[in-house]
C-alpha cells in the first residue's frame, strides 16, 4: 500500500529560525512528489519534484528529492508568522489520477 | 476569475441524515477530484472524474458514498446516513487536462471545502 509519511508532525520556532520539514514515502510506482501549504483552507501548491538532486526554490522556500533514499525535504529560511500553516507532502498514485498525502507538519511560527 | 468554488462551507447534520455537497471546478477543466480531510489528518482521496464519467471511486469508504458529474461540469458529493465517523472537511480539486497522462505535471486546484459535522 502506498505510504507517506511526514515528520515531525508539528513544530513550533521563533521568527528568523530556518526550519527543515521531512517526508518519506513507499509507493509502487513513483511518478512526482508535491508539496502544499494549506492554511485553514485549500492547500495551495508548493513545489513538484520528479528528479532526484535537483533543488527547486522558491523565495525562502526550497525543496530536494532523494528517490534512492525515498524521501524529500522542504525547507523554510528566515520564517515568519505568515509561514504558519500546515505543509502537506503528497506522492501521485501509480495511476497518475490522485494524490496520496501525508498527515502533514504543522508549523508555528512565534513573533 | 474564480477558483474552485464549494457549498456549503459547513454543514451540521443529525446522524442518520443525507447530505449533498457541491462542487464548482474551475471553467473547462476536465479533471475533478474530491478527498475527505479528518482533523489532524492529511487529504485522502475519494473519487476522481474525467469529464462526466467516474474513473476511479476506489477511495469512497462505503455505499453511503455516492458522487456525480452528470454534465461534466458541477459535482456533488452525497452521503446517505450520515454517520459520526463522516464528520471531516470533504476538499474539491479540479485539473485542466485528463490526470494519469505523462508529461509535465497537471496541478490540481483545491476547493475551500465544506467541513461537515455529524452530531
Known sequence: EDKVVQSPLSLVVHEGDTVTLNCSYEVTNFRSLLWYKQEKKAPTFLFMLTSSGIEKKSGRLSSILDKKELFSILNITATQTGDSAVYLCAVMNQAGTALIFGKGTTLSVSS | ?119
Not at chain 2, 19 to 37: E, M, N, T
Not at chain 2, 40 to 53: C, I, K, M, R, S
Open chain 2, 1 to 119: 476569475g474564480a477558483g474552485v468554488s464549494q457549498s456549503p462551507r459547513y454543514k451540521v447534520a443529525k446522524r442518520g441524515q443525507d447530505v449533498a455537497l457541491r462542487c464548482d471546478p474551475i471553467s473547462g477543466h476536465v479533471s475533478l477530484f474530491w478527498y475527505q480531510q479528518a482533523l489532524g489528518q492529511g487529504p485522502e482521496f475519494l473519487t476522481y472524474f474525467q469529464n462526466e464519467a467516474q474513473l476511479d471511486k476506489s477511495g469512497l469508504p462505503s455505499d453511503r458514498f455516492f458522487a456525480e458529474r452528470p454534465e461534466g461540469s458541477v459535482s456533488t458529493l452525497k452521503i446517505q446516513r450520515t454517520q459520526q465517523e463522516d464528520s471531516a472537511v470533504y476538499l474539491c480539486a479540479s485539473s485542466l487536462f485528463l490526470s494519469g497522462a505523462s508529461g509535465s505535471y497537471n496541478e490540481q486546484f483545491f476547493g475551500p471545502g465544506t467541513r461537515l459535522t455529524v452530531l
